[in-house]
């Protein structure tokens, strides 16, 4: 019988993309490395492209399940719902469905992206853009049997759409929808303003009532060392590197009982993954 991750009931950790140390960069080597290393979860990148066919897919799929390591997936960072270019729009759209069929295939559960950008619309009128395509390609991925959640990501930048407000909106008012919590965008989208342990509980707590003790029991979270300017996120960091509170996150991910999947996208990716697993175990 497969070892169940360590906080099966609660939170697993893992990493975004194929950890540095596995022996090849494929996400075969990758989820083997998850297992080896004692994380719980990794998410597939698929940042520059849905570049993995279904047989791949299957194997990846195969392996996970195997091994007892939860997959979600990255779409690709070219999306903007909001693009006023038709070519553009559809394009994105698309990646938004690849990502998703992909990832049932692999058997990941969520599908993450970032939404739009705002380009200088008001950001009632974009949430109505975006709100309009998310109903359509849930719709469609409804009627393929495709249940995997569409996650659209907590974003870094104040010309993004995907503040805490929206992306929880969003999930509350279409079906098949949740959000991507990012508490490294979330302070830096902010300029590092909500970086204590009452500004993370009063976003889980904005969670819990809009989307009812069953939001913190299904969280998609993304948990790293971050460098911010004016404009907000500027690149990622090690933990170590960055000024974000990083363990009051984690209490207070521990005091409301969140449950679900941290993926750390730090750029030496494992070794801040199990820094936040040993941190949260300790709590």
């Known amino acids: 019988m497969t070892e169940k991750p360590k906080s099966a009931n609660r939170l697993l950790f893992g990493t975004g993309g194929t950890p540095h140390s596995a022996r090849s960069r494929d996400s075969l080597a990758g989820i083997q490395r998850i297992k080896e290393l004692g994380l719980g979860c990794l998410e597939l990148e698929f940042v520059q492209g849905v570049k993995m066919g279904k047989e791949a897919a299957l194997k990846v799929g195969k392996l996970a399940r195997e091994l007892g390591i939860r997959l979600s997936a990255h779409g690709p960072y070219f999306i903007n719902l909001n693009a006023r270019e038709k070519e553009k729009l559809a394009a994105s759209r698309e990646r938004i469905?690849?990502?998703?069929?992909?990832?049932?295939?692999?058997?990941?559960?969520?599908?993450?992206?970032?939404?739009?950008?705002?380009?200088?619309?008001?950001?009632?009128?974009?949430?109505?853009?975006?709100?309009?395509?998310?109903?359509?390609?849930?719709?469609?991925?409804?009627?393929?049997?495709?249940?995997?959640?569409?996650?659209?990501?907590?974003?870094?930048?104040g010309t993004q759409f995907g503040s805490l407000e929206e992306i929880l909106r969003l999930s509350k008012e279409i079906k098949g929808v949740l959000p991507c919590l990012?508490?490294?965008?979330?302070?830096?989208?902010?300029?590092?303003?909500?970086?204590?342990y009452q500004h993370f509980a009063t976003a889980l707590e904005k969670v819990k009532e809009t989307l009812g003790r069953e939001g913190l029991k299904d969280m998609h979270i993304h948990l790293s060392g971050i460098d911010y300017g004016p404009k907000g996120e500027i690149r990622h960091l090690n933990l170590a590197q960055s000024g974000l509170n990083y363990r009051e996150v984690l209490q207070a991910l521990k005091d409301f009982?969140?449950?679900?999947?941290?993926?750390?996208?730090?750029?030496n990716l494992e070794d801040d993954a199990l820094l936040l697993q040993r941190t949260y175990q300790k709590l």
């Open 97 to 157: 469905l690849q990502t998703a069929r992909v990832a049932k295939i692999c058997g990941a559960t969520s599908a993450v992206f970032h939404a739009a950008f705002y380009l200088e619309d008001p950001p009632e009128k974009v949430y109505s853009v975006i709100k309009s395509h998310l109903n359509e390609l849930q719709c469609k991925l409804s009627k393929e049997g495709n249940s995997v959640q569409l996650r659209p990501e907590l974003t870094g930048k």
């Open 257 to 267: 009982g969140a449950e679900g999947t941290v993926i750390c996208e730090s750029r």
């Open 182 to 196: 990012d508490f490294s965008h979330y302070y830096a989208r902010e300029n590092g303003r909500t970086n204590t």
